[in-house]
Structures are given as C-alpha cells and as structure tokens.
C-alpha cells in the first residue's frame, strides 16, 4: 500500500498528463491534417494509445486502484516503453511529433524513478537496467531496419546519458528531502522538550527560519535543474535536425548551411551575434563567403573584423577565444551591435583551417563555461562542408577536359544549351569564337606530345584568364587541340576587342617545357547572332567554318563570319 501523501500526489500529477495528453492529441490531429498524404499507421497507433491511457488513468483512479503500488508503478513503466516505442517508429519521418511523444515518455521515465526509494544503489541500477533495456532493443531493430548508422548510436548514447541525470536528479532530491525530514523531526522534539524558554524559542525561530531558507534554496536548484533539462532537450532536438539536414546536403551549396546553420544557433541559443565565414577557395569558391544574424541591428552589412579573426583563428577546434572588449577601430561592425562577449571557434577539415564559426551574447559570461552545443556544432558544420566540397570536386572532374582543367565538351554542351534559351527568350545576342592552333601536328612530329600537351595547356590557361575570369564568358576544349568561347549578351563589336586582345596574347606567349622553347598561333573564327547568323542554333557550325577559311587563307589570323563563307 501507498502512503497517502503519494497517492494525493499523483491524483495531481494525474490532472498534468491529462493536459499533456490532451495536447499530444491535438498536435497529432493538426499535423495529420495538414499533410494528411504523408501520414503513417504510426500516427493512428500514437492517437489510439494515448486516448486508451487517458481513459484507464481514469478507470483507475476512480475506482482506487493507485494505493496499490504494483499497479501504479506497472502502468507507468508500460506507459514509458509506449512512447518509447513511438519515438523510435515515428523519427525521424516526423520530428515534432516524436519531440511530443518523447515529452511523455520523460514525464513518465522521471515518475517512475520517483515511486521508488531513489537513494538505494540497488534499486537505481534496476531501474536503469528497466529503462535502457528497451531503448536498447529499439536501436537493434532501427539497425537491423535501416542498417547500423552514427546518428543512431549519438541519440542513443544521448539517451543513456539522460536517464543517468534523471536518477542523479531523482536522488539528489531524495537525499535533501530525507535530510530536511530528519531535521524537521528533531524540530519537532525540541519543540516538545523546550517549555516555555524562551532563549530556546528565539533559537528554534531561527533554526526554522534557515530550514526555510534550505527549502527555498532546494526550489530554486530544482528549478534551474527542469531548465537545464528543457535546455538540453531542446539541443538535442536541434542537434537531430542539423544532422537530417547534414545528410541531405551533399547537392547544396555553401550558403544554404551556413543560413541554416546560423538559424538553428540562433533559435536554440537566443544569441546577440551569429556568423560564418568561410575562406575564398574551400570548394571551387573564387572569393570568400559570410553569414551572419544579429538580433538588435539585422541591417547591419559590413564586418571587416570577420577576416582577421579568421587569420587570428587557431588551428585547433579546441582554440577556441573569448573576446570582451570591442573599440570600434579594431571591431567596426560588431561594435554597432549589442555584444558584451564574443566566442570564435575555428573550423578544420583534413588538418587545414577553412573558416570560423563566431557567436556574441549580451552576457559578458555567457561562455565562461557552458560551450558544450557549440563543440557539437562545429564538427556538424565540419561534416556538412566536406559533404559539399567532396560532391563539388566530383562535378568538377565530371565537367572538365582532363589535361586543361576547362569545361570539357560534354558540359559545355550543356551550358551552351541553356544559353540558346536564354539568348532567345531574352533576344540578346550571342557571340561563338572557335579556334584552332596553328601547325600543331608539326609541333607534335618536332618536339613530342608532351610539349604539345603543354602547348595546349598554356592556350588554355590564356583563354581562362581573357574570357572566364574576367566573367565574360565560358569556354571548353572542344577537340584535340581546338577551343571553342562563348560570349553572352555581346554583338560581334563587342566581341572583336575581347578575341583579339586573345589572340594576341597567344601569339606573344611562349611554352618552355622540357628544354624547347615553343611559340605558337591559332586561327579563329568568329560568329554572332543576330547580326551576322539569324539561326542561334547555327553559331558553332558558322563559326568552325570561318575558322577553317582562315586557315585556308594564311593562318593566325581572326575571320568574322559573312556571306563569303561557306561549308568547307
């Protein structure tokens, strides 16, 4: 049998699950109707349990059967491994509604806990046992499912993790409230042995006074205990979204991560200050890259600072700084913000720093200890960063000619298909150049194919440097040793200084490899639409053919398409 303070107890604990209940139903229902498509049988077993425990909870407690402790303590434990059960079934298909099953599940992993004299070892590691068991059982068969996976071993060992806080909880409460009955209880025999004293009257005030003191002490720990708690919880949470996220971001770019990233910092941290910037070069990006979110002042542009800090930043995840003093010479942008203390922690992937991850609180002592999300954080980012720049690097091998580093034929066959689209839709012109090198076989027959090869190279290197650094174009090693370009939104009038500014610095250059001195020449053919071509379709062919005209007619020179040209 129960003591009646306990079941008094949980006659009021009773009136909270039936609100949490109440507020799981509705949830469910409100998300079943929204994206009725993409509900599970899963969504009508979690509806079905939780209105038959609503129901015996109050079967049960009307006709009393909680002052017997087998059955109150069974209901419980049966009640846990449901939602337990539902958690593991419903993540990660439907996070919020696992987030609300795992709500119950706590609520009812603590109770159970609490039932019991929590100060015995005994009993602690019986019902660790109890509870970890089934968790167990439920990560076997999620890997036997979808096979053995780190998300699902972290969670785990996560979950592990807080159902020793809860027994830690559960017997640090015990044992004060054991201590305050012990020292109520000698009140209480000093009270019966004082008489009319009253010396000892003033003291027993006193005594009563710190035992109050004590109490409200115990309230406010606890207190920030369930805080701590709902803390972690919401990490953890945040945590199983980054790492869903993660996964599914090998087709993304740079920026995508970086804004969700910095949305879920500040969502989970309610931060002043949140930034990422990432160095020029990390995966195919030609300049540096920057996000950030500022709580008091969104307008706010310009960070100069952020690339120092990243020069400044250590090699070592660990050497992470805390910065308190902002003068607005050294810290112009942040100095406009409400920071008091600013965290930098750097990011390394394969032992080579590529960015860093920075963070600003109000609180001047917000990161004196607590950095624990954010050692989490960065080796998310980390894993998100290399799935991207691994992915990148497999595009790029596809797409470009394995000797020149340029687009190959395939992808610029691509690209120059969506620009005929473009180029129509819009009615801008379009200018083809195509060349080719000049006695290349002769090359080839008098100093070898390696320096042919580097011939070839060195062309293509000039021609990277006049047309797609300078972003006016793109081009690709259309053959063996012929090059083909590119120029958008340009007439041939436009094009004509471009080409032979192009032309002449492949005639004036000069290819030393191998102990010869190489100089070369090409002979281009230049098409437009639609001054001189009024099929868009037509350009490479007209262009190929002004080339081999200029071939025909000297060699090294540019030939503009006109009516003079036709299929050699």
Not at 256 to 272: G, K
Not at 342 to 364: A, M
Request: glycine content about 4%; proline content about 2%; some cysteine.
């Amino acid at each position: 049998m129960l003591e009646e303070k306990t079941i008094e107890r949980q006659q009021e604990q009773l009136k909270f699950h039936r609100i949490l209940y109440g507020l799981l139903i509705a949830f469910t229902g409100i998300i079943f109707c929204l994206d009725i498509r993409s509900a599970t049988l899963n969504y009508l077993w979690l509806l079905i349990g939780t209105v038959v425990f609503l129901v015996l909870e109050s079967v049960l407690s009307r006709f009393s059967f909680w002052n017997r402790f087998f059955v109150l303590h069974g209901f419980m434990y049966l009640q846990y491994i449901f939602y337990l059960i539902m958690v593991c079934l419903l993540y990660p298909a439907n996070t919020y509604i696992a987030m609300g099953a795992g709500v119950l599940m706590l609520t009812f992993m603590f109770e159970f806990f609490y039932l019991q004299d929590a100060t015995s070892a005994h009993i602690s590691i019986k019902n660790l046992l109890l509870l970890v068991f089934p968790a167990v059982l439920c990560a076997f068969a999620y890997f036997s499912v979808y096979g053995v996976n780190f998300n699902a071993f972290f969670l785990l060992f996560v979950y592990i993790m807080l159902v020793i806080y809860d027994i830690l909880i559960v017997r640090l409460f015990y044992q004060t409230e054991h201590k305050l009955m012990l020292q109520n209880q000698q009140l209480s025999t000093e009270i019966e042995n004082m008489g009319n004293s009253n010396d000892k009257l003033i003291r027993f005030k006193d005594r009563i006074q710190k035992v109050n003191e004590e109490l409200n002490l115990q309230r406010v720990q606890l207190g920030q205990m369930n805080k701590d708690i709902q803390q972690s919880n919401t990490e953890l949470a945040a945590q199983a979204e980054i790492l869903k996220f993660i996964s599914n971001s090998i087709s993304l770019d740079i920026p995508a991560v970086m804004n969700f990233i910095l949305d879920v910092i500040m969502r989970v941290r309610s931060v002043e200050f949140c930034a990422i910037y990432i160095a020029e070069k990390v995966s195919f990006n030609k300049n540096s890259l920057f996000e950030y979110r500022c709580a008091s002042n969104p307008e706010l542009k310009d960070f100069p600072e952020m690339e120092q800090l990243y020069r400044l930043a250590g090699m070592n995840a660990e050497q992470h700084w805390v910065i308190n003093q902002f003068p607005e010479q050294a810290y112009p942008g942040i100095s406009r913000t409400q920071t008091e203390a600013l965290l930098v922690l750097p990011l390394v992937l394969d032992d080579e720093k590529y960015g860093i991850l920075v963070s600003g609180s109000r609180q001047s002592t917000s990161f004196d200890n607590y950095l624990a999300f954010y050692d989490t954080i960065v080796p998310q980012v980390n894993l998100a960063i290399h799935n991207i720049k691994m992915y990148a690097q497999m595009r790029h091998t596809a797409q470009t000619d394995g000797l020149t580093g340029i687009n190959n034929r395939t992808y610029f066959n691509k690209l120059f298909a969506e620009q005929i689209e473009w180029t129509i839709t819009l009615k801008e012109p379009l200018t083809v150049t195509l060349f080719d090198i000049d006695k290349f076989k002769r090359i080839n027959d008098t100093y070898g194919h390696l320096v042919g090869d580097e011939v070839i190279k060195r062309i293509a290197r000039i021609t990277a440097e006049h047309i797609e650094e300078q972003e006016l174009g793109f081009i690709c090693r259309y053959g063996g040793e012929e090059f083909v370009i590119a120029l958008p939104n340009m007439g041939v009038e436009e094009a004509l200084p471009v080409i032979q500014k192009l032309h002449k610095s492949i005639a004036e250059a000069k290819v030393e490899a191998y102990g010869h001195i190489v100089t070369m020449n090409v002979s281009i053919g230049v098409s437009s639409y639609p001054a001189i071509c009024d099929d868009v379709n037509q350009l490479i062919k007209r262009a190929d053919w002004s080339m081999y005209y200029a071939k025909e007619h000297g060699r090294g020179q540019i030939k503009v398409d006109g009516p003079d040209i036709t299929e050699n």
